[in-house]
């Protein structure tokens, strides 16, 4: 059973800024609750109890976030704001959450690496800290842990998304197993359109065995002279079984600035406390344009 994560959230965020210049990225909020809070909301709704995240510098904010706040609560106290009260303080009980800092920016596969001592010899489940991803029935990190629990060996989400922008994700080739699930035939990085052997790309979300961090030991720099996981990938694959889910619900890529503000319609209308009056808003507004 998968009971570990890891969450890297050590990049600078450069797309978002001049707001990223003292606030992480995976702090930004969507509506009232940073980006970062629902991929652990998504890793403890999957079985996760135990979570390492990769910061870097500046990124105290997110060590914050999820740590206890007594002023702020006997505050609440004070003010007898027992609704809020409860919500802050659920924040710093969902899981046994740590941290750890990666010392340079040299890519994802670096930040993964060092989860090696805290993971041990166990299977366990890497969720992007910037990406928001809503699953139809289970999370998605439970549907590929499910993934896992039937084939013992590394599976990783995928996304089918338009040819015109594979060259923007690492994308699979593979053979297609039973319904959504492929075995992976090898793993391309960033390819042009014309050399893309699929358009089904790797979606924020992976299981991996504690192999892959030999492999990442092994990973030369690649692309913009980082560590790249799909590299490491991609040697994996050769002698270990590597799988594909294509998934089943819907990926909120917050990195650019249209896509974030997106998002957060998307998710302000489904919001208990403001979803009407936004929705309401929309139709007046719409008629302006």
């Not at 995928?158 to 959504?180: A, D, F, S, T």
């Not at 089904?200 to 990973?219: C, G, H, K, N, Q």
């Amino acid at each position: 059973m998968i009971k570990k994560a890891v969450i890297p959230a050590a990049g600078w965020g450069t797309r978002f800024l001049p707001i990223t210049k003292s606030q992480p990225k995976e702090m930004i909020p969507i509506v009232d609750t940073p980006v970062i809070q629902y991929v652990v909301e998504e890793a403890v709704a999957s079985g996760i109890t135990d979570i390492l995240m990769i910061i870097g510098k500046g990124k105290r904010a997110i060590e914050e976030h999820f740590d206890r706040s007594p002023q702020l609560e006997e505050s609440l106290i004070a003010k007898k704001q027992l609704g809020l009260l409860e919500q802050i303080k659920k924040i710093s009980n969902l899981a046994n959450i740590h941290f750890i800092w990666q010392k340079e920016m040299n890519g994802l596969g670096d930040a993964i690496s060092y989860a090696r001592y805290h993971v041990g010899r166990e299977p366990f489940a890497v969720l992007l800290g910037d990406t928001l991803i809503s699953g139809k029935g289970a999370p998605i990190t439970k549907q590929l842990i499910d993934v896992y629990d039937r084939y013992k060996s590394s599976v990783v989400a995928l996304e089918e998304v338009p040819p015109e922008n594979v060259h923007r994700y690492g994308v699979i080739q593979g053979k297609k197993l039973e319904n959504n699930v492929l075995i992976a035939e090898d793993f391309i990085e960033k390819p042009a359109k014309e050399e893309a052997p699929s358009n089904l790309a790797i979606a924020s979300r992976y299981v991996f065995t504690p192999e892959i961090f030999d492999y990442l030991d092994e990973t030369k720099p690649g692309k913009n002279n980082e560590i790249q996981l799909t590299d490491a990938m991609r040697e994996m694959v050769k002698k270990y079984a590597m799988y594909g889910l294509q998934f089943q619900g819907t990926r909120y890529d917050i990195g650019n600035k249209l896509d974030f503000l997106k998002t957060n319609i998307i998710y302000g209308l489904e919001h208990e406390e403001i979803g009407a009056p936004l929705r309401e808003w929309l139709r007046e507004f719409s008629k302006k344009l």
